[in-house]
Nanobody
Framework: QVQLVESGGGLVQAGGSLRLSCAAS????????MGWFRQGPGKEREFVAA????????YYADSVKGRFTISRDNAKNTVYLQMNSLKPEDTAVYYC?????????????????????WGQGTQVTVSS
C-alpha cells in the first residue's frame, strides 16, 4: 500500500481559502485515481472530489462544485485540494485516498469502498 500524508489544514474565516496537500510515499501514485473525503463533527464520512490518474477527469460532490478544485502533480507524487469560498459547513477532517485497483470508470469514485489507501486526515475549521 501507498502511504498518504495530508497537510494544509487549519482555521480560516468564512469566505477564505485553503489548499490541502496529500503527499504519497512508498509507491508512485501515477497510475492511481485519487480522492478527497471529509468527516464533519457528528457526521458520516462524505465524498468531496476525485481525480483520474492523468488529471484529465475530475468529479466533485455537488456541495463543493465551483468552490473546490482537485489537482495532482505526478512528478511530486502529490494531490491537492484548493478550497475557496469556504463555509462553516465545510468544517471537517479531510482525508486523502488512493484507488490502486480500479480504472477511472471501474468503481464509483464517490464510494469510499473503492479506495484501498487512506491518510490520517487534516483538520479544517471554518469560522463564521
Amino acid at each position: 500500500q501507498v502511504q498518504l500524508v495530508e497537510s494544509g489544514g487549519g482555521l480560516v474565516q468564512a469566505g477564505g481559502s485553503l489548499r490541502l496537500s496529500c503527499a504519497a510515499s512508498g509507491r508512485t501514485i501515477v497510475s492511481y485515481s485519487m480522492g478527497w473525503f471529509r468527516q464533519g463533527p457528528g457526521k458520516e464520512r462524505e465524498f468531496v472530489a476525485a481525480i483520474s490518474w492523468s488529471g484529465g477527469s475530475t468529479y466533485y460532490a455537488d456541495s463543493v462544485k465551483g468552490r473546490f478544485t482537485i489537482s495532482r502533480d505526478n512528478a511530486k507524487n502529490t494531490v491537492y485540494l484548493q478550497m475557496n469560498s469556504l463555509k462553516p459547513e465545510d468544517t471537517a477532517v479531510y482525508y486523502c485516498a488512493a484507488d490502486s485497483l480500479h480504472s477511472w470508470g471501474g468503481c464509483p469514485k464517490s464510494a469510499g469502498l473503492c479506495y484501498d489507501s487512506w491518510g490520517q486526515g487534516t483538520q479544517v475549521t471554518v469560522s463564521s
